[in-house]
Protein backbone atom coordinates (compact mmCIF):
# COMPACT_ATOMS: atom_id res chain seq x y z
CA UNK A 1 0.00 0.00 0.00
CA UNK A 2 1.22 3.37 -1.04
CA UNK A 3 2.43 5.72 2.00
CA UNK A 4 1.44 9.39 2.30
CA UNK A 5 4.74 10.75 1.53
CA UNK A 6 4.54 8.30 -2.01
CA UNK A 7 1.07 10.04 -3.27
CA UNK A 8 2.18 13.69 -2.16
CA UNK A 9 5.38 12.65 -4.50
CA UNK A 10 3.24 11.65 -7.30
CA UNK A 11 0.99 14.69 -7.07
CA UNK A 12 4.03 16.76 -7.44
CA UNK A 13 5.10 14.12 -10.29
CA UNK A 14 1.97 15.42 -12.11
CA UNK A 15 1.82 19.17 -11.69
CA UNK A 16 5.53 19.15 -12.53
CA UNK A 17 4.41 17.47 -15.80
CA UNK A 18 1.38 19.90 -16.06
CA UNK A 19 3.72 22.56 -16.00
CA UNK A 20 5.91 21.88 -18.97
CA UNK A 21 2.85 21.30 -21.23
CA UNK A 22 1.36 24.75 -20.02
CA UNK A 23 4.89 26.48 -20.33
CA UNK A 24 4.65 26.53 -24.84
CA UNK A 25 0.76 27.41 -24.51
CA UNK A 26 1.51 30.53 -21.99
CA UNK A 27 4.20 31.42 -25.26
CA UNK A 28 1.51 30.93 -27.76
CA UNK A 29 -1.44 33.11 -26.03
CA UNK A 30 1.30 35.44 -24.30
CA UNK A 31 1.73 36.71 -28.29
CA UNK A 32 -1.88 37.54 -28.58
CA UNK A 33 -3.44 40.57 -27.26
CA UNK A 34 -6.87 39.25 -24.68
CA UNK A 35 -9.18 41.75 -27.35
CA UNK A 36 -7.56 40.61 -30.34
CA UNK A 37 -8.36 36.99 -29.27
CA UNK A 38 -11.88 37.78 -28.27
CA UNK A 39 -12.54 39.12 -31.73
CA UNK A 40 -11.53 36.44 -33.95
CA UNK A 41 -13.40 33.82 -31.36
CA UNK A 42 -16.76 36.26 -32.14
CA UNK A 43 -16.29 35.98 -35.81
CA UNK A 44 -15.54 32.78 -36.23
CA UNK A 45 -19.11 31.94 -34.48
CA UNK A 46 -21.28 35.00 -36.61
CA UNK A 47 -19.69 33.53 -39.90
CA UNK A 48 -20.92 30.06 -38.99
CA UNK A 49 -18.09 28.26 -38.59
CA UNK A 50 -18.75 27.38 -35.54
CA UNK A 51 -22.96 27.28 -34.12
CA UNK A 52 -23.92 29.55 -31.76
CA UNK A 53 -23.78 28.72 -28.86
CA UNK A 54 -22.73 30.35 -25.01
CA UNK A 55 -19.59 31.41 -23.97
CA UNK A 56 -16.90 29.47 -23.89
CA UNK A 57 -15.78 27.81 -20.88
CA UNK A 58 -12.34 29.42 -19.46
CA UNK A 59 -8.63 27.83 -19.20
CA UNK A 60 -7.94 27.61 -15.55
CA UNK A 61 -6.02 30.38 -13.89
CA UNK A 62 -2.42 28.22 -13.84
CA UNK A 63 -2.72 27.36 -17.78
CA UNK A 64 -1.98 31.00 -18.77
CA UNK A 65 -0.36 32.81 -16.12
CA UNK A 66 2.94 32.43 -14.64
CA UNK A 67 0.86 31.58 -11.20
CA UNK A 68 1.19 27.94 -10.59
CA UNK A 69 -0.26 26.09 -8.34
CA UNK A 70 0.71 25.81 -4.80
CA UNK A 71 2.99 22.71 -3.70
CA UNK A 72 3.25 23.31 0.44
CA UNK A 73 2.12 19.75 1.62
CA UNK A 74 -1.13 20.91 2.98
CA UNK A 75 -2.14 22.01 -0.80
CA UNK A 76 -0.88 18.64 -1.72
CA UNK A 77 -3.07 17.00 0.72
CA UNK A 78 -5.81 19.24 -0.71
CA UNK A 79 -5.59 18.03 -4.12
CA UNK A 80 -5.21 14.26 -2.92
CA UNK A 81 -8.08 14.76 -1.06
CA UNK A 82 -10.55 16.27 -3.66
CA UNK A 83 -9.28 13.03 -6.58
CA UNK A 84 -9.93 10.61 -3.74
CA UNK A 85 -13.28 12.31 -2.36
CA UNK A 86 -11.90 12.76 1.48
CA UNK A 87 -14.99 15.13 2.01
CA UNK A 88 -13.81 16.48 5.74
CA UNK A 89 -9.16 17.01 4.43
CA UNK A 90 -11.38 19.49 1.57
CA UNK A 91 -14.00 21.27 3.39
CA UNK A 92 -10.63 21.92 6.36
CA UNK A 93 -8.67 23.20 4.12
CA UNK A 94 -10.53 25.17 2.42
CA UNK A 95 -12.83 27.01 5.19
CA UNK A 96 -9.76 27.09 7.36
CA UNK A 97 -9.99 30.37 9.73
CA UNK A 98 -7.41 32.91 8.33
CA UNK A 99 -6.57 31.49 5.45
CA UNK A 100 -7.86 31.83 1.86
CA UNK A 101 -6.95 29.26 -1.27
CA UNK A 102 -6.15 31.26 -4.35
CA UNK A 103 -8.22 30.79 -6.92
CA UNK A 104 -5.49 28.49 -9.01
CA UNK A 105 -5.47 25.74 -5.84
CA UNK A 106 -9.20 25.73 -5.62
CA UNK A 107 -9.48 25.25 -9.43
CA UNK A 108 -6.64 22.22 -9.70
CA UNK A 109 -8.04 20.55 -7.14
CA UNK A 110 -11.67 20.95 -8.73
CA UNK A 111 -9.57 19.48 -11.67
CA UNK A 112 -8.65 16.40 -10.03
CA UNK A 113 -12.45 15.96 -8.65
CA UNK A 114 -13.20 16.20 -11.78
CA UNK A 115 -11.55 13.30 -13.09
CA UNK A 116 -11.56 11.62 -9.92
CA UNK A 117 -15.50 11.88 -10.26
CA UNK A 118 -16.10 13.15 -7.04
CA UNK A 119 -19.19 15.19 -7.72
CA UNK A 120 -19.51 15.84 -3.99
CA UNK A 121 -16.22 17.65 -3.88
CA UNK A 122 -17.02 19.43 -7.58
CA UNK A 123 -20.28 20.86 -5.56
CA UNK A 124 -18.35 22.05 -2.45
CA UNK A 125 -15.80 23.67 -4.71
CA UNK A 126 -17.83 25.29 -6.90
CA UNK A 127 -20.56 26.47 -4.07
CA UNK A 128 -17.50 28.03 -2.76
CA UNK A 129 -15.75 30.35 -4.95
CA UNK A 130 -13.83 27.93 -7.32
CA UNK A 131 -14.74 28.43 -11.15
CA UNK A 132 -14.85 26.09 -13.36
CA UNK A 133 -12.65 25.80 -16.42
CA UNK A 134 -11.60 23.81 -19.27
CA UNK A 135 -9.62 21.22 -17.81
CA UNK A 136 -12.95 19.64 -15.79
CA UNK A 137 -13.51 18.22 -19.22
CA UNK A 138 -10.50 17.94 -21.38
CA UNK A 139 -9.37 14.51 -21.12
CA UNK A 140 -13.12 13.27 -21.51
CA UNK A 141 -16.10 13.45 -21.37
CA UNK A 142 -17.76 10.65 -19.31
CA UNK A 143 -20.28 10.28 -16.36
CA UNK A 144 -19.80 7.54 -13.77
CA UNK A 145 -22.48 8.05 -10.93
CA UNK A 146 -21.55 8.16 -7.03
CA UNK A 147 -23.38 6.00 -4.64
CA UNK A 148 -25.34 9.01 -3.90
CA UNK A 149 -26.06 8.50 -7.82
CA UNK A 150 -24.88 11.77 -8.37
CA UNK A 151 -22.72 12.78 -11.43
CA UNK A 152 -19.58 15.72 -11.20
CA UNK A 153 -21.60 16.85 -14.92
CA UNK A 154 -24.67 17.57 -12.86
CA UNK A 155 -23.16 18.96 -10.37
CA UNK A 156 -21.36 21.35 -12.73
CA UNK A 157 -25.22 21.83 -14.06
CA UNK A 158 -26.60 21.72 -11.07
CA UNK A 159 -24.94 24.94 -9.52
CA UNK A 160 -24.98 26.80 -12.50
CA UNK A 161 -21.92 26.52 -13.33
CA UNK A 162 -21.87 24.72 -16.94
CA UNK A 163 -24.76 23.54 -19.71
CA UNK A 164 -24.08 21.09 -21.81
CA UNK A 165 -24.18 23.33 -24.65
CA UNK A 166 -21.03 25.36 -23.58
CA UNK A 167 -18.07 24.56 -25.02
CA UNK A 168 -14.61 24.60 -24.25
CA UNK A 169 -11.40 24.65 -25.80
CA UNK A 170 -8.65 22.14 -26.18
CA UNK A 171 -4.83 22.63 -26.22
CA UNK A 172 -5.12 23.53 -30.20
CA UNK A 173 -7.78 26.59 -29.49
CA UNK A 174 -10.30 24.10 -31.07
CA UNK A 175 -14.13 24.38 -29.38
CA UNK A 176 -15.32 21.13 -28.24
CA UNK A 177 -19.22 20.48 -27.59
CA UNK A 178 -20.11 17.52 -25.14
CA UNK A 179 -23.19 16.24 -27.40
CA UNK A 180 -20.34 16.10 -30.21
CA UNK A 181 -17.47 14.15 -28.44
CA UNK A 182 -17.03 10.63 -29.55
CA UNK A 183 -18.19 9.54 -26.16
CA UNK A 184 -21.49 10.93 -26.38
CA UNK A 185 -22.08 9.39 -30.01
CA UNK A 186 -21.32 5.76 -28.42
CA UNK A 187 -22.14 6.03 -25.35
CA UNK A 188 -26.04 5.99 -24.96
CA UNK A 189 -25.97 6.57 -21.81
CA UNK A 190 -24.03 9.81 -21.59
CA UNK A 191 -26.41 11.01 -24.59
CA UNK A 192 -29.11 10.20 -22.70
CA UNK A 193 -27.76 12.60 -19.73
CA UNK A 194 -26.97 15.54 -22.33
CA UNK A 195 -30.32 15.61 -23.65
CA UNK A 196 -31.97 15.26 -20.30
CA UNK A 197 -30.13 18.35 -19.07
CA UNK A 198 -31.18 20.58 -22.67
CA UNK A 199 -27.76 19.38 -24.87
CA UNK A 200 -28.77 21.04 -28.72
CA UNK A 201 -29.26 17.51 -30.71
CA UNK A 202 -28.81 19.97 -33.88
CA UNK A 203 -25.34 21.06 -32.85
CA UNK A 204 -22.41 19.57 -34.58
CA UNK A 205 -18.92 20.10 -35.35
CA UNK A 206 -17.04 21.85 -38.11
CA UNK A 207 -14.00 20.81 -39.85
CA UNK A 208 -11.24 22.84 -39.40
CA UNK A 209 -10.19 22.78 -43.20
CA UNK A 210 -13.52 23.69 -43.96
CA UNK A 211 -13.61 27.50 -45.55
CA UNK A 212 -15.93 29.93 -43.62
CA UNK A 213 -18.79 30.30 -46.46
CA UNK A 214 -18.26 26.37 -46.84
CA UNK A 215 -19.54 25.81 -43.41
CA UNK A 216 -22.46 28.78 -43.32
CA UNK A 217 -23.87 27.39 -46.51
CA UNK A 218 -24.25 23.93 -45.15
CA UNK A 219 -24.38 24.69 -41.72
CA UNK A 220 -28.16 22.51 -41.62
CA UNK A 221 -26.42 19.56 -43.60
CA UNK A 222 -23.50 19.57 -40.90
CA UNK A 223 -25.70 19.30 -37.85
CA UNK A 224 -28.41 16.88 -39.36
CA UNK A 225 -26.73 13.52 -39.08
CA UNK A 226 -26.38 13.64 -35.06
CA UNK A 227 -29.74 14.59 -35.14
CA UNK A 228 -30.94 11.96 -37.41
CA UNK A 229 -29.06 9.45 -35.63
CA UNK A 230 -30.40 10.38 -32.05
CA UNK A 231 -34.44 10.26 -33.80
CA UNK A 232 -33.65 6.55 -35.37
CA UNK A 233 -32.12 5.28 -32.01
CA UNK A 234 -35.43 7.16 -30.08
CA UNK A 235 -33.18 9.20 -28.10
CA UNK A 236 -35.19 12.33 -29.45
CA UNK A 237 -38.39 13.30 -31.04
CA UNK A 238 -38.61 15.35 -33.97
CA UNK A 239 -39.57 18.46 -31.72
CA UNK A 240 -36.42 18.36 -30.03
CA UNK A 241 -34.20 17.57 -33.28
CA UNK A 242 -35.70 20.51 -35.59
CA UNK A 243 -33.97 23.08 -37.15
CA UNK A 244 -32.45 25.61 -34.88
CA UNK A 245 -31.41 27.85 -37.70
Excluded at 22 to 37: A, L, N
Excluded at 53 to 69: F, G, N, Q, S, T
Aim: with cysteine.
Amino acid sequence: MESLEERLCLVRERIAHMEASYDMIRKIYKKMKPEGYQRVRDIEEQNGRFPPLPPRLPWPEYALRADPVDQDEDSLKFYLACERGIMSDVVSFIGKDGHSPKQAVRQYGLEQASFGYKSEVARYLLENGTLLHNNCFIRSVNIKKTPSGETDKYAFIDVGSWHPNQPWETYWKSPRVAICTPRAITDITLLKFLLAHSADPNVSSFSKTSTQQENRDNFVKLRRPLAQFLLDQGLADVNEAKKML
